[in-house]
């Protein structure tokens, strides 16, 4: 008799023994199907000496049920859930759902039926089945995403599938992806893209780990630089896997690999169908489509013939996820071309403090493209003293940079106006008693947001109408906005300009694949004068018109005090001023600030990159911070005030004394109630040489609390608020 250990999705449980028949082959990393209890759950055979079983008497071994016919999760991919097991302090079970993110593997359907509206009416229309046709639009999909989609129950779409609305495709799950064709359109390169073209191309051929830092300022050609590597890798026959920082609105990045590879590739992010997700997740696994391009979760996929990575944006925060299991993509994404002993690209105009600093130490290979691509020039930057020339009362556009956008719009160029604020203002306040409404489930400000008439939270989501009335004094119009988001400042634009076109980008605005395809269209169409928008529209956009950006408020990021401020700040306003003169027009930027001698602001007005993070690593060494100390910090949280403070207390004051190990808390955690949860916080700070995991878990899990209370541990965590 065979003993195998299975690892579910389960995160209650821990790894289970079963048994197989003497004569039943098993391979590592298969997925199988087995009893638990009265139920059948789905896992994954797993590596017995990488994992603590409770061993089962053999005569009380459960016989497995079946095994997937899909190729087993590979060793390099069960290592590195391994490795994030142990480094991010997380269960197992809950990497592996990223691993197999539903039981797609085992179901045994080849094709699944999905609908589409044929524009036939049902004999009986109700207001709820014509809601739902008109929410449903052309969308297809199977029974259950229709209704999602049409806001019903499933019934209702069952009742519109009789009534004839709806015809009928089978659609195969295995239809294969296009290959990509590595010839389709080769790029014309400038000397420092061929120079670090043929380095990467070096490491595909290599085929074994590399990394190299693709340094590049913005509007360099990066992309078409890298896309070189990815050439190789098609050739090689082997797979390639693309990160980008948020994948729902990366359209013109798809449309640019069609463009050079002649197909579209296979994409993974959480905008999906579950049809398109088993799609695509059979075809990573058993190597027919070659390319995916992906959010953080893609990096999980099973991979059968990877043959290099790359990590587009890499310096972006929001490749740190927030919750669930708390891992930084990026550092996740190169710990995966280790264990698969393949190359890893990292691209990116502002690269982290951390990852430069690894390519200080030869660790990383270092790739520059000092100058933009064809005749574009770095735009000029200046900044606009807030203080010895303020806006006009109750604005927020000094008069330099309205007379710049006037300029612009005399030339018929295009702006942009970036506030990394959403709504239109970030605080309302009663005039009469000085309430500020606050979020009832967090710690935060109610956000007015204009276009839909609501107040909402930015943590929560919470949202209510505005009132008329103070909540607190019930004095009549008597609430007032404080300060701008972006959607003030359109007010003020038009209000000014009153025959520009302008256009809000913001998550609210541009909140799927199609709202940004159409964003770029109309941009690029020069159907747009003004952009206003936030730090969405810096992300990888190229429009050669746009020669003018105004920083609306450069020390806003700054304010915030934490570990990453002065780098986010830089990153920011530096991703944003790049979005100028990237054609053959020059672009200029203004930068307005109340205290322009901030030594961030001089860095980027000077463009000083080097001497900006020079400062910034010395100041990061000598605090401890990392990457020259570990941090983590453990969060715990309770509906109950009282509970989470003496749960943390207790926790507090079990932690180890260890020399070189700082513990600084419990304090109320700076978003201190969120989604109607008190939280606590303790920071733990360490030198490198300490094995921080370790001590958290000897430490932590050694204690017990109620079930009320939530302990979260954030190994280099980002998110301070
Ligand atoms: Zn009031
Ligand atoms: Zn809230």
């Known amino acids: 008799m065979n003993r195998i250990t299975v690892i579910t999705r389960n995160a209650a ?64 991919l069960r290592r590195l859930a391994d490795w994030v097991s142990d480094y991010y302090v997380a269960p197992l079970p809950s990497i592996l759902r990223m691993v197999m993110p539903s039981s797609y593997a085992l179901d045994n359907a080849r094709t699944i039926t999905e609908y589409r509206a044929n524009g036939v009416l ?36 069952r009742g519109l599938i009789k009534s004839g609305c709806f015809d009928a495709e089978q659609v195969s799950i295995d239809r294969p992806f296009d290959l990509p064709n590595p010839q389709f359109a080769q790029p014309k390169l400038n000397e420092y893209q061929a120079e670090a073209a043929y380095k990467m191309v070096e490491q595909v051929k290599a085929q074994k780990f590399a990394c190299q830092m693709l340094d590049g300022v913005t509007g360099s050609g990066k992309t078409e630089t890298y896309f070189e590597a990815v050439a190789e890798a098609f050739l090689q026959g082997k ?40 799609r695509t997740w ?45 891992y930084q993509a990026r550092d996740t994404a190169i710990m995966r071309a280790m264990k698969e002993n393949v190359p890893i690209i990292l691209a990116s105009a502002t690269h982290a403090i951390e990852t430069r600093y690894m390519a200080q130490l030869g660790k990383y290979e270092t790739l520059t493209l000092p100058s933009r691509f064809g005749p574009a020039k770095m735009p000029s930057i200046k900044s606009v003293d807030l203080t010895s020339e303020p806006p006009e009362r109750g604005r927020w556009i000094a008069p330099t940079l309205l007379k710049e956008i006037e300029q612009r719009l005399d030339m018929g160029e295009q702006s942009l106006l970036f506030l990394n604020r959403r709504g239109y203002a970030p605080l309302t ?10 979020c009832p489930n967090c710690s935060s400000w109610m956000v007015e947001h204009r276009f839909t008439h609501r107040l909402a939270c930015h943590h929560c989501g919470h949202a209510m109408p505005i009132p008329k009335n103070c909540p607190e004094c019930d004095e009549q119009d008597s609430l007032v906005a404080c300060g701008p988001g972006v959607e003030r400042i359109a007010d003020e634009v038009r209000d000014l300009f009153p025959d520009a076109r302008t256009i809000v980008a913001t998550s609210d605005t541009l909140y799927s694949q199609d709202r940004a395809a159409e964003f770029v269209r109309r941009v690029e169409a020069h159907e747009v004068d003004i952009i ?64 322009p001698s901030n030594p961030v602001l001089q860095a980027i007005v000077a463009g000083d ?77 360490a030198n490198r040489q300490i094995e921080l995991q370790n001590i958290l878990r000897s430490w932590i899990y050694a204690l017990e609390w109620p079930r009320s209370v939530r302990v979260n541990i954030d190994i280099d965590p980002y998110n301070f608020m």
């Open 282 to 326: 059979h075809a990573i696994a058993n190597g027919s489509a070659m390319a995916l391009v992906g959010a953080r979760s893609a990096l999980f996929m099973p991979f059968t013939n990877l043959g290099l990575i790359i990590v587009d944006e890499a310096h972006e925060a929001s490749f740190k996820q927030e919750d669930g299991v708390r």
């Open 13 to 76: 449980l821990g790894p289970l023994d079963y048994r197989i028949d003497d004569e039943q082959q098993i391979a590592m990393g298969s997925l199988v199907r087995v009893p638990l209890g009265p139920r059948q759950i789905d896992g994954i055979v797993w590596d017995r000496e990488m994992v603590e079983v409770n061993p089962v008497p053999d005569h009380k071994l459960r016989k497995i049920i079946a095994i997937a016919d899909v190729p087993p999760i590979s060793a390099p």
């Open 122 to 157: 049902p004999d009986r229309m109700t207001p709820k089945r014509a809601a739902a046709l008109d929410a449903i639009a052309d969308a297809e999909g199977t029974i259950s995403e229709l209704g999602r989609i049409g806001g019903v129950s499933e019934a209702v779409i």
């Open 609 to 685: 990159r080097e001497g900006f993070y020079e400062q910034e690593t010395l100041s990061r060494k000598s605090a401890g911070a990392p990457p020259f100390g570990r941090l983590a910090a453990i969060i715990i949280s309770s509906e109950d005030e009282a509970e989470a403070i003496s749960i943390s207390r207790a926790i507090g004051a079990a932690a180890p004394k260890i020399d070189d190990l700082h513990i600084y808390g419990p304090a109320p955690a700076p978003l201190s109630m969120l989604r109607g949860r008190y939280r606590q916080r303790l920071l733990v700070q």
């Open 429 to 438: 306040l009663c005039r009469t008693c000085g309430t500020r409404i606050e």
């Open 239 to 278: 797979q390639v896997l693309i990160l980008l920082p948020e994948i729902a609105l990366t359209e013109p990045f798809l449309d640019r690999f069609e463009a050079r590879f002649g197909v579209r590739p296979a994409s993974w992010h959480s905008g999906m169908k579950s049809t398109q997700r088993r």
């Open 532 to 595: 206003i928008g936030t730090q969405l529209v810096t992300k990888g956009y190229h429009f050669p018109d746009l020669t003018l950006v105004g920083i609306i408020d450069a020390d806003l990021g700054l304010a915030g005090g934490d570990l990453r401020a002065a780098e986010r700040t830089f990153q920011q306003i530096s991703q944003a001023a790049g979005r100028a003169g990237r054609g053959a027009k020059h672009g200029e930027v203004y930068l307005q600030s109340h205290n």
